[in-house]
């Protein structure tokens, strides 16, 4: 079936640090790939979204470059700020009425 | 304009009871989706809604759950004899039309059966 892989475990790091998160996925065909972030106390809104190999979603700072080749959607931010300590999940879409979601990292950004 | 929200946004309840979360989605929205977050857990697909078709029960983990929505606007989902296994948050979305529009969250509900 459809599914995705987060990397297991919360995420520290120093304000103005490079951000990675590993996502992966499995599907056939090709599914339409989406970041979303939570902010504390407040509900799942998107960040970024890639719907065919090789294009790149960008928001706010933050990438990720939809890879067919290695079924990855790995987001990325070049310098974090306290602001973007938050739980972030990787989700696909494959014309199933429904998001499959990672389980989520949480990000704390320590100033 | 008023995003998707839901209530009640906290509920407690005994073991056995009966509970009734409420969705109202974004006006204008004809997809409606149910999802519940257990702790440390990614989102699990419930149900689905789109317009006045049949909706998409293959996410409903057992027959004590069960939802409706009145025609493209509140949709309420009923756990009935809740059970210790169903605390989670549930959350709602809705999206202008099916496929791969952006999914608009609400802020969920937090259910913890006790």
């Known amino acids: 079936g459809n599914s995705v892989t987060q990397m297991e475990g919360p995420v520290t790091l120093s304000e103005e640090a490079f951000l990675t998160i590993n996502c992966t996925y499995t599907a056939t065909g090709y599914p339409s790939l989406f970041w979303y972030v939570q902010y504390p106390g407040e509900g799942l809104q998107l960040l970024l979204k890639?719907?065919?190999?090789?294009d790149k979603g960008s928001n706010k700072g933050f990438e990720a470059t939809y890879r067919k080749e290695t079924t990855s959607f790995h987001l990325e931010k070049g310098s974090v700020q306290v602001s973007d300590s938050a739980v972030y999940f990787c989700?696909?879409?494959?014309?199933?009425?429904?998001?499959?979601f990672g389980k989520g990292n949480q990000v704390v950004v320590i100033p | 304009g008023a995003g998707v929200s839901q209530s009640p946004s906290n509920k407690v309840t005994e073991k056995g009871k009966d509970v009734e979360l409420r969705c109202d989605p974004i006006s204008g929205h004809t997809a409606l989706y149910w999802y519940r977050q257990r702790l440390g857990q990614g989102l699990e697909f419930l149900i689905y809604?789109?317009?006045?078709?049949?909706?998409?029960k293959s996410g409903l983990p057992s027959d004590r759950f069960s939802a409706e929505r009145t025609g493209e606007s509140v949709s309420t989902l009923t756990i009935q004899r809740t059970q210790q296994e169903d605390s989670a948050v549930y959350l709602c979305?809705?999206?202008?039309?099916?496929?791969?529009?952006?999914?608009?969250f609400g802020p969920g509900t937090r259910l913890t059966v006790t």
């Open positions: 979305a809705s999206s202008l039309a099916p496929g791969g529009y952006e999914q608009y």
């Open positions: 809604f789109q317009g006045n078709s049949a909706p998409d």
């Open positions: 890639a719907t065919k190999a090789d």
């Open positions: 989700a696909l879409y494959y014309g199933n009425n429904r998001l499959a």
